[in-house]
């Protein structure tokens, strides 16, 4: 079946970079993506990746996928107390009409 | 460009009463998808719309759950009679035309039932 797992929680300093872990199953994923989701609000698209690529940069974010293992990652450079929120994996699953399967979500607290 | 709308935001109600919400996609957009997100949870797809077709409700609950996107353009989800473990945020999300596209969610609903 269909999963993806992300660890819970991650606590970085102002200025470090955060780097948020995922794992899926479906081999089958055309896409896989990264939302933000902040106190109140709907579900952000920050990133996302085809699944024939190993990597994708977009200024302070750096993706790594390694399909082998079924492993996805987002790094978040410099990171700011604004980067503070809970940051979703999903892989679209299989079939033709892109159903996002979505991780528990990493929630992401930067502190000074 | 406007995004994708929903109301109302909050609605609290007693189990076993009934509950509608209300979502407007982004124009032009013909995929509509309703997610129910559990607190600690990632969003679930409850059902997605191709224009005014359903294209997936494998995890809808159907003994209590309705939707219907009747002129292909808003939505509303429906929920009758509801219990404690609906408690969550639906969360509405659309996109041109459903492929690989990228899914713009609104900014939710969220639900108590007491």
């Known amino acids: 079946g269909e999963d993806v797992e992300q660890s819970l929680f991650l606590s970085v300093r102002e200025g470090d970079s955060s780097v948020i872990n995922c794992t899926y199953t479906?081999?089958?994923?055309?896409?896989l993506y990264w939302y933000k989701q902040e106190p109140g609000a709907g579900l952000q698209l920050l990133t996302y990746?085809?699944?024939?690529?190993d990597m994708k940069q977009d200024q302070r974010l750096t993706v790594l996928l390694n399909k082998k293992d079924k492993h996805l990652s987002l790094r978040i450079a410099d990171t700011q107390t604004g980067d503070s929120a809970i940051y979703f994996c999903?892989?679209?699953?299989?079939?033709?009409?892109?159903?996002?399967?979505f991780g528990a979500g990493t929630r992401l607290a930067v502190h000074p | 460009e406007a995004g994708v709308a929903q109301s109302p935001r909050y609605k609290i109600i007693e189990k076993r009463q009934s509950v509608a919400f209300w979502c407007n996609p982004i124009?032009?957009?013909?995929?509509l998808y309703w997610y129910q997100q559990i607190l600690g949870q990632g969003p679930k797809l409850l059902i997605q719309?191709?224009?005014?077709?359903?294209?997936?409700d494998s995890q809808l609950p159907k003994d209590r759950f309705s939707a219907e996107r009747l002129k292909g353009v808003d939505s509303t989800l429906k929920i009758q009679p509801a219990k404690l473990e609906d408690s969550a945020v639906y969360l509405c999300?659309?996109?041109?035309?459903?492929?690989?596209?990228?899914?713009?969610f609104g900014p939710g609903t969220r639900l108590t039932v007491l």
């Open positions: 990746i085809f699944s024939n690529m």
């Open positions: 999300a659309s996109n041109q035309d459903g492929s690989t596209d990228t899914q713009y």
């Open positions: 999903a892989e679209s699953g299989s079939g033709g009409y892109n159903k996002l399967i």
């Open positions: 124009s032009g957009h013909a995929t």
């Open positions: 479906d081999s089958s994923s055309t896409y």
């Open positions: 719309f191709q224009n005014n077709g359903v294209v997936d």
